[in-house]
């Protein structure tokens, strides 16, 4: 593969040493171009094709499937994570007693969200990994966790706790914003019940672009509660749009209701092309071997390295503000994060040897 052919697909990376890519994702070249057809598009049809963007959105649909090993009906369009997790939330027929299951230093969504049930009787619980097994129940109806997590770079053994869970009759929900992009996920292997990323992470995507893939089987008792013009299945007729109760598809289209937001869509499907170009496996062999070079940076410098098998790199140092750390390297033009007492590198397919020269220099200099 030739990395610095994909290296100048990214033009932020011409003037800063970028390791950030779990706060965000650069978007590529072909990205920016994608958006700029669709406006230049609307402007010479004056829209009249509209209906022709949702073809194209299809066909993003199909792509995300070959992606993540699903189906195109099985994929629906969101503007983040919450929204695929609000969803799910609001349509599960709750009981008193029932409880929902998470990760301690989970990422806020996956703590927050389900506290808007306890006023149905529902409880939230927050275990370390070391205690989840023994803290599911027979009342845990819901597991809330991300496929990475955002903090530590923790990634849990999802094929082996889906198996689990799955054999209980317990629902599974993973947001895999901080891999999917980066990492491989096999929804045929793991079969979480939904699966929701917002893109403009490791998807390198533009904020407000992102999707779930929901199971078949859970589609067939999760109503939908947004409602809008397409939510009838023959919304396309728009010369005779439906007037009454619809009639709801029985894909994930189902869950979108109105219209989408069709730049930010094109652009994710140029990353989604690339990535696929490229191939997930290599990718994220890439991104592994990067992240271990920067974790053995990180030991030489003199840091407590989180031990994980992540993209995601978490290192503490002994009576260092890490916040601080984090604020100089920025003015040096090297980005990384500090989040929770840890400095978080977190290099992507577009870094390279060099990127991580530069942060060990400049970061030996501060300590």
């Not at 194209?56 to 195109?72: M, V």
């Not at 092309?273 to 990180?298: K, N, S, T, W, Y």
Request: proline share 4%.
């Amino acid at each position: 593969m030739d990395w610095a052919a994909v290296r100048r697909e990214f033009p932020a990376l011409e003037h800063w040493t970028y390791l950030n890519t779990a706060t965000f994702g650069q978007l590529p070249r072909r990205g920016t171009e994608a958006v700029a057809r669709h406006f230049a598009r609307r402007d010479e049809l004056a829209c009249w094709d509209f209906l022709a963007w949702y073809d194209d959105a299809d066909r993003l649909r199909a792509k995300i499937a070959r992606l993540i090993g699903g189906s195109h009906s099985d994929i629906a369009f969101v503007p983040n994570a919450s929204t695929a997790l609000s969803l799910l939330l609001a349509g599960l027929d709750w009981q008193s007693g029932d409880r929902v299951l998470t990760l301690e230093h989970e990422f806020p969504n996956n703590l927050y969200a389900p506290g808007v049930l306890e006023r149905f009787g529902v409880q939230m619980i927050a275990c370390a990994w070391e205690r989840f097994y023994e803290t599911v129940n027979a009342r845990t109806r819901l597991v809330v966790l991300s496929s990475v997590n955002y903090n530590t770079g923790f990634a849990p053994p999802l094929e082996e706790l889906a198996d689990f869970l799955r054999s209980r009759g317990i629902l599974l929900y993973i947001d895999g914003t901080q891999s999917l992009g980066a990492l491989r996920f096999d929804v045929r292997r793991i079969q979480p019940d939904m699966l929701a990323v917002h893109g403009y992470k490791w998807l390198l995507s533009p904020n407000g672009a992102g999707f779930f893939y929901i199971a078949p089987q859970l589609r067939e008792r999760l109503q939908p509660n947004v409602v809008g013009w397409r939510s009838h299945r023959d919304w396309r007729n728009v010369d005779n749009l439906h007037h009454g109760v619809p009639e709801l598809s029985d894909t994930a289209e189902r869950y979108e209701g109105g219209f989408l937001a069709f730049a930010l869509l094109y652009a994710m499907e140029a990353s989604v092309d690339l990535i696929l170009e490229i191939g997930p496996e290599a990718i994220e062999q890439r991104v592994l071997e990067l992240a271990a070079r920067a974790r053995a940076i990180l030991r030489e410098l003199g840091a407590s390295v989180a031990n994980n098998n992540s993209q995601i790199v978490a290192a503490r140092f002994e009576n260092r503000d890490v916040s601080a750390l984090a604020r100089a390297l920025k003015e040096q033009r090297v980005l990384v994060a500090a989040r929770r007492g840890n400095l978080r590198v977190s290099p992507h397919l577009y870094n390279n040897e060099q990127d991580l020269e530069v942060f060990r220099r400049e970061l030996r200099a501060l300590l």
